[in-house]
């Protein structure tokens, strides 16, 4: 005699399905997301150096090396300005310095938008293909789990030999 216990205990949990997707998932996130953000601080050092560099390098013309104090030109612009760097050669290299910084911040804007395009790649479609997966075998199962529909019952008189009406 089976006990309510012990019927209970062969049944599977309702939505025992759904927690090991959502679980599946999350964890396939976590290695997803670290080598995300581990490219990402990758290539930002990398434009962080390049940046430096950039900013500490004076772009000279040999028009503007025949100028008057043009060997203060160095480090950054306002420390150039008051060591006595000309004024054009500053100029000059401000408008430099402008296109690397933006040069960086498109930079930037990219490896973000490479991110999130490589978390929909790598995280987001394969646990939707894990779930359009799941919901097939599931409609499968469910279709194989119940019987075929029952026909109606055949008349009890013979085909065609109805009573007319009096």
């Known amino acids: 005699m089976a006990t309510k216990a012990t019927g209970t ?3 599977k949990p309702r939505g025992r399905w759904w927690r ?5 998932c999350l964890i396939w996130a976590v ?6 953000v581990k490219e990402m601080v990758s290539e930002m050092l990398y434009d962080s150096a ?5 900013l500490d390098r004076w772009v000279l013309t040999d028009a503007q090396r025949t100028l008057p ?8 612009l306002d420390a150039a300005r008051a060591a006595g760097c000309p004024a054009a050669v500053v100029d000059a290299n401000l408008k430099l310095r402008d ?3 933006a040069e960086v911040h498109t ?6 938008a490479g991110f999130f395009e490589a978390a929909v790649l790598y995280w987001v479609t394969p646990c939707i293909f894990i779930l359009a997966v799941g919901i097939v075998l599931a ?11 029952k026909l109606p019952a055949t008349p009890a008189g013979p085909v065609g030999t109805a009573e007319r009406p009096r």
């Open 69 to 76: 104090g043009f060997t203060h030109c160095a480090g950054t």
């Open 99 to 101: 296109e690397a910084v």
């Open 31 to 36: 290695p997803v997301a670290a080598l995300g």
């Open 20 to 24: 090991r997707w959502m679980i599946t």
């Open 9 to 11: 205990a062969t049944r």
């Open 50 to 54: 390049d940046l430096k560099v950039t």
């Open 107 to 112: 930079r930037r804007e990219a490896q973000v």
């Open 139 to 149: 409609l499968i199962r469910r279709a194989l789990r119940r019987p075929p529909p």
